[in-house]
């Protein structure tokens, strides 16, 4: 193949089993400048087979279509695109502009191109469109060359780039152990584990990359929920109903009160497993001692780790809130300002917003979590979950007082996990309280052989482990 030729040439000083070899000092290189740099490398699947089955100027409609859109996916991040191969191409992050953070900005560029392609495969009605996407990260020795970029670049990365696009799933963005490393707070990354490659003496971690999403996978993901569940069916049947009556457009706030370790989380999580299937969105909002007395923590807390800001050390920048809130279909925004403020980034309007008193600045919020809330549900009904109740600070406890009175005429259900009795919530016909009370001793039994099978679990055993 003419493309993978090209790339070898252009990379056969610096075969991966070289590489260690070729290590000097930053900078300075007798050959050329050293750099660190991203390459990114894309390419339609298939695309010949497309081409039979289509007509001829349909196909170079779309492949154009599909080159500009990924061409404008590089550069609106930085990078360059290097090689436009027929249905596919080379990208660097980091060359010839530098660039900060060349690894992130890679891919987010490799996860709009997967965008597009879908876009443009439902405009077209061609389903059979699909794109694969590789990025790699080393070091380059690059020299300054005649027009065409990569000619002048030569390292590792864009040749793993090609080996991790090739065994990249349709519509997907494979990325290499460096490239993680260096994005990993940025994205979610599934390990796909070391993998044999072409070129490559040694294997090669490798990952997939997903954006973050503010729908509870973590929840979802914490791993305490395997064994299955025990009792609970009238909690769970109440819980059921309040769902049905919210995706009816008459939302509901159920409140699940308990002794810690009683099953309060475990009973909200087993209701979001059935409802599942009907592609129910789920936003767990967690409650911490620590953010007890911090303003809006729980929501503060998920907008910094779901946008990628380090927990703790940075705030994180307008940017990173409003492209998280605008891919979850959040577009109002005035509201998406005032929530980055909320969060600590640092927003066009923050002179305005640090001037009003603490009343307005609540109505504000009170205002933009409303619309938040109202472009969410625009997608279908909604699961809001708020865990742990007992610590919420206070300016949190007033918003969500509004929320759930709010809610009674909106496809949303909150579920409220508590301690305590939440005298705050004002007691409406749309807001149940379930109060969870210990397992019967038969299913404590139960549940401790489930967890224990090695114990012979009686009731009366049971109840001296519980
Ligand atoms: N009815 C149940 N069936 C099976 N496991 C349960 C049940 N109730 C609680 N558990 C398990 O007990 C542990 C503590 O429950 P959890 O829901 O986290 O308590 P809480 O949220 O009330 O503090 C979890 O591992 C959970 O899976
Ligand atoms: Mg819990």
Known sequence: MPRAKRIRESTRDDAPDRQ???????????????????????????????????????????????QGRSCAAVSAHGGSVSEVLGDGGLAFFGYPEPLEDCATAAIHAGL?????????????????????????????????????????VT??????????????????????????????????????????????DEQQEIWGARRRTINATRFLALGRWSHRMIGRE???????????????????????RGPAGIGKSRLAFELFRRIRAER??????????????????????????????????????????????????????????????????????????????????????????????????????????????????PTSRDLLRDLAGWIRDKPVLLILTTRERPAWLDPEPHVTQITLDRLSAAEAGQLLADLLPEVKAGPFRARRFL
């Open 112 to 152: 709009d191109i997967v965008d597009a392609c879908r876009q443009l495969a439902a405009h077209a009605g061609w389903g059979d469109l699909h794109v694969r996407v590789g990025i790699a990260t080393s070091d380059v020795v690059i020299q300054a060359t005649e027009g065409r970029i990569s000619a002048g």
């Open 280 to 393: 129910a969105r789920l936003i767990v909002f967690q409650c911490s001692r620590r953010g007890a007395h911090a303003a809006l923590s729980p929501l503060v807390d998920l907008l910094r780790s779901a946008s990628g800001a380090a927990a703790g050390t940075t705030d994180p920048t307008f940017r990173q809130i409003a492209s998280l809130m605008r891919r979850e279909g959040i577009s109002d925004a005035l509201a998406i300002e005032r929530i980055a403020f909320a969060a600590g980034a640092d927003v066009p309007s923050k002179q305005s917003m640090e001037e009003v008193g603490p009343q307005q600045f609540r109505e504000r919020i009170v205002w933009a979590v409303r619309r938040c809330v109202e472009d969410w549900a625009r997608a279908g009904p909604i699961v809001i979950a708020v865990e742990d109740l007992h610590w919420i600070d």
């Open 234 to 256: 009238d909690e769970l049947a109440a819980a059921l109903a309040a769902w049905r009556s919210a995706v009816a457009g008459r939302g509901r706030a159920l409140v699940l």
């Open 20 to 66: 260690g070899a070729r290590r000097e000092p930053s900078g300075a290189h007798p050959f050329g400048e050293r750099r660190e740099i991203t390459a990114l490398f894309y390419d339609l699947i298939d695309s010949t087979r497309l081409l039979t089955h289509s007509d001829l100027e349909d196909f170079q409609d779309v492949i154009g279509a599909f």
């Open 155 to 200: 390292g590792v990365a864009p040749v793993l780039a090609s080996r991790l696009q090739s065994i990249a799933q349709p519509d997907s963005v494979v990325v290499s152990e460096r490239t993680r490393r260096l994005a990993r707070r940025h994205f979610a990354f599934r390990y796909l584990g070391p993998r044999r490659l072409k070129g490559f």
